[in-house]
């Protein structure tokens, strides 16, 4: 429209000084652009405006945060769709983990997992020797086996196959291990094995309670890693896979704590830790400093504590 009155005007204008002039040509459409208002404002103005969004793309309104793509990988970042106000913003997902941009949001990271579904025996006794662990070693253990998970355990099982792992958690009750037994009939397990190649296999529901760490159980998800000894290390790959799982886990669930199996005591005296006990305790060297610091590394936008 401006651009016909525009040329109405030279046109009149032309016609008046008598100098012959070609006909005005059909203007181009060219697709609006959203005007946004507080694009115009400056900081502190926009600051003031809570109709505005003030970051690093400047002073915008949620409305001109247009669709979106999204890259993956270590140095991911989001990016607008052409014509929007958004410019590029970093994401810093770690790699596996996919960084999600578009909404209005700010960029955030989020892992999809594959999960080999590989479930222990979770039968009537097993339940019950659940409920009996957690009423002699909570304050107040409640009649059930379900948990409200808040705190993510990783370990190393010491041994060299998913298969010892698992024929050692399958059983319903606790076989040898006579520094346990004092403290209950019901087996050890995880939900979680993490094979040395990063295959996650689950073994039981996250809010259901495995007994992996002393005083934490019932508020605690498992993640046991394949290995740990000399011969056979902890792997790179394990590391994504505890990484791309602790960024599902927090996505699903109210989780607030990240430590290695080494450092539960750390929580003693919170509220999250629960023992009735105070002489079972043991000491735990699992899954060491240097995996927990190579894990700590890639989900620090999580702001989790240790
Ligand atoms: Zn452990």
């Not at 994401?91 to 989020?110: D, E, H, K, M, S």
């Not at 379900?146 to 705190?151: K, L, R």
């Not at 610091?293 to 620090?300: A, D, M, P």
Request: charged fraction near 15%.
């Amino acid at each position: 429209m401006t651009i016909r009155l525009l040329g109405l005007l030279l046109f009149t204008a032309c016609k008046s000084s008598q100098v012959p002039v070609e006909p005005p040509q059909e203007p181009v459409l060219v697709e609006p652009v959203p005007v946004d208002a507080c694009a115009a404002l400056d900081e502190a103005a926009c600051w003031d405006d809570a109709s505005c969004i003030l970051d690093a793309s400047g002073c915008h309104s949620p409305v001109t945060r247009c669709e979106t793509t999204f890259v993956q990988g270590g140095t991911s970042a989001c990016q607008s769709a052409p014509g929007c106000s958004l410019i590029q913003e970093p994401c810093f997902c770690p790699p596996g983990v996919t960084c999600v941009c578009g909404g209005g949001a700010p960029p955030t990271c989020v892992a999809g997992v594959s999960l080999t579904q590989s479930p222990i025996i979770w039968d009537a006794q097993r339940e019950q020797l659940t409920i009996v662990y957690r009423a002699a070693h909570q304050q107040q253990g409640p009649e059930s086996a379900d948990i409200h998970p808040q705190v993510i355990v990783l370990h190393w099982t010491a041994g060299e196959s998913f298969n010892g792992a698992f024929q050692t958690f399958n059983p319903a009750r606790l076989g040898g291990r006579a520094e346990l037994q004092g403290a209950g009939a019901l087996n050890v397990s995880a939900h979680f094995i993490v094979e040395q190649d990063g295959t996650i296999h689950q073994l039981l529901p996250v809010t259901t309670m495995a007994r992996h760490v002393i005083g934490l159980n019932h508020v605690s998800i498992g993640i046991e890693n394949v290995g740990g000894t000399d011969n056979m290390p902890l792997t790179e790959a394990q590391v994504t896979a505890n990484v791309s799982l602790i960024y599902w886990l927090s996505d699903e669930h109210d989780i607030t704590h990240v430590i290695g199996h080494h450092e539960y005591q750390q929580l003693e005296g919170t509220p999250l830790f629960d023992e009735t006990d105070d002489t079972y305790r043991t000491t735990k060297v699992d899954p060491g400093d240097v995996f927990m610091r190579n894990v700590r590394r890639q989900i620090s936008g999580l702001r989790l504590a240790p």
